[in-house]
T-cell receptor, first 113, second 115 residues
């Protein structure tokens, strides 16, 4: 009953370092997405994917890369971490269609020093 | 224009009473889905309830129900018999049929249940 699994749960980086946030889902969902949530705020879409090999930008894509080589995995890469990227990152997946809810991972709390 | 508007940044309710959280949406699509999520202080996002644009009846899931008024483009969440564990952030979201690749989230309502 795993659903959407994100790793790590917590991470501290130094400015300029790179890292990859992992996301995996076992529900055979075509649609996957990454959001960031800053303190006291809602969710902002970073990137999304509608299937293996297909990705697109959301509203705040700068500084992040994604790829989707399999249906199950959708990693998010921070190229050169900046303090402005300190946030909680959520991965989500869903079926396609307007009636399909997104299912979220537990989030990754990322601090950039 | 905002796709999803939640006008109540914070709400208080007495334990065991009912509370309504407001949400209005903006779309010209005929086919769309409306969702509510709960985010407790532990941080996870929990899907609560769904309403489709063609649904003629209000959705219900246990103590959660929606007051769906299509003409007014509103879908208010009603929580009956509030419990202390209902204290959380609540987000309203929409997915359009024409472009279901994007979810639109509101800014959320922080609900505090008082004992």
């Amino acid at each position: 009953n795993a659903g959407v699994t994100q790793t790590p749960k917590f991470q501290v980086l130094k400015t300029g370092q790179s890292m990859t946030l992992q996301c995996a889902q076992d529900m055979n969902h075509e649609y996957m997405s990454w959001y960031r949530q800053d303190p006291g705020m809602g969710l902002r879409l970073i990137h999304y994917s509608v299937g293996a090999g297909i990705t697109d930008q959301g509203e705040v894509p700068n500084g992040y890369n994604v790829s989707r080589s399999t249906t199950e995995d959708f990693p998010l890469r921070l190229l050169s971490a900046a303090p402005s990227q300190t946030s909680v990152y959520f991965c989500a997946s869903s079926g396609t269609g307007y009636d399909q809810p997104q299912h979220f991972g537990d989030g990754t709390r990322l601090s950039i020093l | 224009a905002q796709k999803i508007t939640q006008t109540q940044p914070g709400m208080f309710v007495q334990e065991k009473e009912a509370v309504t959280l407001d949400c209005t949406y903006d779309t010209s699509d005929q086919s769309y889905g409306l969702f509510w999520y709960k985010q407790p202080s532990s941080g996870e996002m929990i899907f609560l309830i769904y309403q489709g644009s063609y649904d003629e009846q209000n959705a219900t899931e246990g103590r959660y129900s929606l007051n769906f008024q299509k003409a007014r483009k509103s879908t208010n969440l009603v929580i009956s018999a509030s419990q202390l564990g209902d204290s959380a952030m609540y987000f309203c979201a929409m997915r359009e049929g024409y472009n279901f690749n994007k979810f639109y989230f509101g800014s959320g309502t922080k609900l505090n249940v008082k004992p």
